[in-house]
């Protein structure tokens, strides 16, 4: 069976998948954000999910420049969203990195934090979840070369516990490696 290889618009800092088919990414996998039911056929991604998509070859991306469309490959893509994207670059390795492992990754812009992330099966559905459907941490990355104030850090954990998840904080090194940091609330 052939794995189908969707096309997508630049549009700003997002990536529009134009056609009713495209709500299949989103169901099977979770990528994107499926638009209201004025426009049921189009399914926006994010730069980082979009880049993502790009690489494993599952995504076309055209820019519109001018009257004409211009192709971007994951290169062209991945140094646009570096230059529109605040931290992009830590951002997408740990995108990936998650990804990979299994995981499914979403936007964390809602609980001021980069990404959220949920256990591996979990299929996003709107209404009542049950207990494992829910987000189980909240990620932030950063490079190792960033600094972060301990205020900074306690308000993410604090965010963190009122909605039930764990603080992840993503250091990503030189290499593109990335390690991971459970930071946890201790009350004596």
Known sequence: MV????????????????????????????YGKPQPEETPDRLELELVEATYLVEKGKLKVV?????????LD???????????????????????????????????????????????????IRGPKAPHEHTKWIVQPVSEESAFSLPEMSRAVRLAHNIRATLVWAVVDKESDVTFYNVQRLTP
Do not use: H, M
């Open 3 to 30: 794995e189908k290889i969707y096309e997508g618009e630049l549009l700003e800092n997002r990536v529009i998948i134009w056609g009713t088919d495209s709500a299949g990414l989103y169901d099977e996998s979770g």
């Open 63 to 71: 820019k519109k420049d001018g009257s004409k469309k211009k192709k």
């Open 74 to 124: 994951f290169k062209g893509i991945f140094e646009l969203s570096i230059k529109t994207v605040n931290l992009f670059q830590p951002s997408y390795y740990v995108y990936r990195d998650l990804r990979e492992r299994g995981y499914l990754v979403k936007t964390g812009f809602k609980f001021g934090t980069v990404f959220r992330v949920y256990e591996r099966g979990v299929k996003l």
